[in-house]
């Protein structure tokens, strides 16, 4: 199990060089934060769209998060040109890739370019453009969110300050991914439910010879977060990293739990030094480690390595003694689209993203992309994501990225550099509380 497939080695060196598709927080990839990207790929010249049914006059631009060479990117192309020809509405689409719709799309609305359509993640999208955003409230008398899922309009509707102004799709949710092959090796029969029966995991998955958790400095901190959470909430965690709020039972038990999980040497031993995608692509995907905390897009972007197969375990976070939150509080989220109020055809523009995001179209990208269908009539998900749809069917309450640990950028690396200490045993407890609190004076 350990070197599942020595081919997968000679992978490595490729796939480090590329982008993986991802979706999550201010440093990592989710859903509303994507993956970190690399420079723009070319982009190859688009099949060219069938011939259209009827010409309507009407022609949306839609600028696009992802790579036209991405799953994403393909099924999109694709889904269009089937639109144009069904419609005779011509689209007009622009994969801009990540950074060029965080670096540019502000600038071209402010300039007042045409754009009809747009996407990224369901908090970006609402807080940074949200002036710029159509009210989507009178098209849902057609009856969309009959077969949308709920929690998930619900959290654009909160995004959106009360109004839905984006539709979701490519949902994901922030869980743990485990190795169903080591947990049977090590004679786990169940997943964890509690932080007692975590550590009975952990204790088991090293006793097999293999590592028990790994992360990297991409999600780390979500690990931090979730099980303060646990302890106090979403917002002892908020407390902390924007008040300066360290010295708090919350904060002192998760540090203990964590210097307990170094000191039985739980952790990777390149925990501190993991650098994304280290402990996803070389430790995880490769089968030297149990347990990985991260979005349920992991299996689409370690699928080169793990094999296209590969069915990993998920669960959700486990509850803690004493703690306010169980789990059905976990991070979910997912890119949106939405329409500019500037467009001259917002009825065309959603009549496209409805398209999009139901039916036959919904599912493909689901399909290509190893994604949550945005409509709940699509009931076949990917094989690959069997464990995932359970732990998010559980999830009834939902938290923001990394439940607010990275809410703070100028004590963000603080954090990071104390946890990483606390977890190898460099600093105590109270060594990680008085370090936070200075630093946040």
Not at 318 to 337: C, I, L, R
Request: charged content about 15%.
């Amino acid at each position: 199990m350990k070197t599942r497939n020595l081919a997968l080695l000679l992978a490595i060196a490729l796939l480090f060089s590329l982008s993986l598709t991802g979706c999550g927080g201010s440093s990592a990839p989710a859903a509303e934060q994507a993956a970190p990207a690399a420079e723009p790929a070319a982009e190859p010249a688009a099949e060219p769209a069938a011939e259209p049914a009827a010409a309507t006059g009407a022609t949306l631009v839609y600028w696009s998060m992802w790579e036209a060479t991405e799953p994403q990117g393909v099924v999109l192309q694709d889904a269009i040109n089937a639109f144009t020809a069904e419609t005779g509405i011509a689209v007009d689409v622009q994969f801009k890739g990540r950074q060029g719709i965080r670096q540019g799309l502000q600038a071209a609305l402010d300039a007042g370019t045409v754009i009809d359509i747009f996407d990224e993640g369901v908090d970006r999208v609402n807080q940074n453009w949200g002036s710029y955003l159509l009210d989507l409230e009178p098209y849902m008398a057609n009856g969309y969110e009959d077969t949308a899922i709920a929690p998930f309009m619900a959290a654009c509707r909160e995004a959106g300050g009360g109004t839905l102004k984006s539709i979701p799709y490519q949902g994901s949710i922030f869980a743990w991914f485990y190795n169903p092959d080591i947990f049977a090796e090590a004679g786990i029969e169940a997943v964890p439910t509690t932080w007692d029966e975590f550590l009975d995991c952990c204790a088991k998955i090293k006793a097999a010879g293999y590592i028990p958790i790994t992360s990297d400095d991409a999600y780390f901190l979500s690990n931090f977060g979730y099980h303060v959470a646990r302890y106090g909430g979403q917002d002892a965690v908020i407390d902390a990293v924007t008040n300066g709020n360290w010295d708090t039972d919350a904060i002192r038990k998760t540090a203990e739990d964590f210097y307990y999980l170094g000191e039985q040497g739980y952790f990777s031993p390149n925990l501190a030094s993991n650098v994304w995608p280290n402990g996803q692509n070389v430790e995880f995907a490769l089968g030297d480690v149990g347990m990985y905390l991260n979005g349920s897009w992991l299996p689409n972007e370690i699928r080169g390595l793990a094999g296209d197969d590969y069915v990993w375990g998920c669960f959700s976070y486990p509850s803690v003694e004493g703690g306010v939150d169980d789990t059905s509080y976990a991070n979910t989220s997912f890119q949106v689209f939405a329409i500019n109020n500037k467009t001259q055809y917002p009825d065309e523009a959603f009549q496209l993203i409805e398209w999009l995001t139901k039916g036959e179209w919904d599912l493909k990208l689901s399909q290509g992309s190893l994604g949550v269908p945005a409509d709940t009539t699509n009931t076949e998900w990917p094989a690959q994501m069997v464990n995932v749809k359970p732990v998010l069917e559980g999830t009834a309450n939902r938290y923001i990225w990394a439940a607010g640990a990275e809410n703070n950028a100028d004590i963000t690396p603080v954090l990071l550099e104390n946890l990483l200490n606390l977890c190898t045993n460099k600093i105590t407890p109270d060594d990680f509380i008085n370090n936070m609190l200075a630093a946040s004076k």
